[in-house]
């Protein structure tokens, strides 16, 4: 074969005899090699002359392969003849080995060097020094792989990966995702066009608001400002009116910032919605808390525990301050002796007990993890046969039993409880549209399709349905934007 630009090759590596010549101390000089190639470098002369004796030959080291040259392969390398000597103070030869593999080489024929043989398939394994019982035990077969191939190592693709895929699939069970390729200064200028000039263009808003996320939603105040000098909130509350506006403002606030105003709210006004309360401190994480707590802190002047402690008091009042320290448990590692222990001291503390003990359930049920709690109350049934909701119902009362429940509902099973509250706020005369728009604004991105099938299982009729029976509107349509969907 000739390559462009090289001029031909005569004779190129003439037929070797018999595989490799033995060489006697020294490399010969091989006749029939590459000629000199013309235009090149010049021809070196007579090139590396022989090196007078050479290496010794090292006496002990590998002995001359019987056959010389590498005999033709059939399906595989034969087993090698004689193999390297034994090292003297090794480990013996191994016997045996794997068994010749079709198709391929053969592994430690005739045993290897240095190693010890391994124990058979279903041999016991050697003693080693220190073994309970004087030995291990024999070592498993390899299931069914067969004796002349490969051994077969099982390994199940889908059970590497299920957890990933269920992190894929039930990862996301919000209804409002990140729109891509938002633009905060193109959404800016939607806005301003859509407050500008005579009436409103509620539908741009509505459109607008109801297909972004919430890291979409909340830069456009800082965009807002930077692009045209004026306040985002200020320009919505001179154009929008009602329950649209609330929700407008809503949608745009920071989470912490919205729930900080929330409980506000709910402790300043004349009389306290407690139930608001627990549902915030129930059912946000540790970081959520300890940043509602400084949002507070900086927008009102006050620690949110002392805000606390002013409206509320007793058992209910500590409930709270328990709650709002944000200090659970968040590991997902359930110790199920631990868990029947709470279950027992639970039982002691209310129905085997004359009178309750609240200071009991406040401990277990404002610091061990949610998944430990779940077994808590699983145990308790199976201990009293009576759901520990019951039991609170029967020992306690008022809003630290009302507290208690909720607390027992949310972490048992969010959606549901979230899915109670809706329901409650939109049912009978009059809705409740503040804890509505809370709830929906804040489940939007969380559980919000888990709320919706919870809804129409316990209420026999989709979350959609209902809000378009209880409310108009453009209201009504952003709030349809956040529900996602009829089921």
């Not at 045209?228 to 910032?257: C, Q, W």
């Amino acid at each position: 074969m000739s390559y462009p630009g090289y001029p031909p090759q005569a004779g190129g590596y003439p037929p070797q005899a018999g595989g490799y010549p033995q060489q006697p101390g020294a490399y010969p000089p091989q006749a029939g090699g590459y000629p000199p190639q013309a235009g090149g470098y010049p021809p070196q002369a007579g090139g590396y002359p022989p090196q007078a004796g050479g290496y010794p030959p090292q006496a002990g080291g590998y002995p001359q392969q019987a056959g010389g040259s590498y005999p033709p392969q059939a399906g595989g390398y034969p087993a090698g003849a004689g193999g390297f000597p034994p090292q003297a103070g090794g480990f013996p030869p191994q016997a045996g080995g794997f068994p010749p593999q079709a198709g391929g080489q053969a592994y430690c024929a005739g045993g290897q060097q240095g190693y010890p043989q391994g124990p058979a398939q279903g041999q016991p394994m050697p003693n080693y020094p220190g073994a309970p019982g004087g030995g291990n035990p024999p070592m498993p077969g390899y299931g069914s792989a067969p004796s002349s191939g490969p051994v077969a190592i099982a390994v199940s693709i889908p059970m590497l990966y299920q957890w990933a895929v269920m992190d894929i699939i039930i990862g996301f069970r919000g209804t409002i995702k990140d729109f891509p390729s938002a633009d905060p200064l193109r959404d800016v200028e939607v806005l301003r066009k859509a407050m500008k000039g005579f009436g409103t263009n509620e539908s741009a808003i509505i459109e607008l608001l109801g297909n972004r996320s919430m890291k979409q939603r909340v830069p456009l105040v800082a965009a807002y400002k930077t692009t045209y000098g004026k306040d985002l909130f200020k320009d919505l509350k001179s154009e929008l009116t009602g329950n649209f506006e609330n929700l407008v403002i809503a949608t745009l606030m920071k989470p912490s910032a919205f729930d900080a105003a929330e409980l506000r709210e709910a402790i300043k006004g004349a009389g306290t919605d407690e139930a608001c309360l627990i549902e915030i401190l129930s059912s946000r994480t540790n970081a959520e808390i300890g940043e509602i707590n400084q949002v507070y802190k900086t927008e009102y002047g006050k620690p949110l525990e002392d805000a606390i402690s002013n409206d509320t008091s007793g058992h209910f009042r500590r409930l709270l301050v328990s709650l709002c320290q944000g200090n659970r448990d968040e590991r997902e590692n359930v110790d199920v002796a631990l868990a029947k222990q709470d279950a027992q001291k639970l039982h002691a503390a209310g129905e085997n007990k004359v009178g309750t003990d609240e200071s009991q359930f406040n401990a277990i049920l404002c610091a061990r993890s949610v998944p430990h709690l779940r077994t808590v109350f699983h145990e308790y049934q199976q201990m009293c046969g009576r759901d520990i909701v019951k039991s609170i119902c029967r020992e306690m009362s008022g809003n630290v039993e009302s507290g208690m429940v909720a607390v027992v509902k949310c972490i048992r099973n969010t959606p549901a409880y979230f899915a109670e509250r809706l329901h409650k706020a939109m049912q009978g005369a009059g809705t409740k549209d503040r804890t509505l728009i809370r709830i929906m604004v804040s489940r939007s991105e969380k559980d919000m399709l888990d709320i919706r099938q919870e809804y129409l299982k316990n209420y026999q009729k989709s979350l959609y349905t209902h809000i378009s029976g209880d409310t108009s509107g453009d209201y009504q349509k952003l709030l349809l934007k956040l529900c996602g969907g009829s089921d």
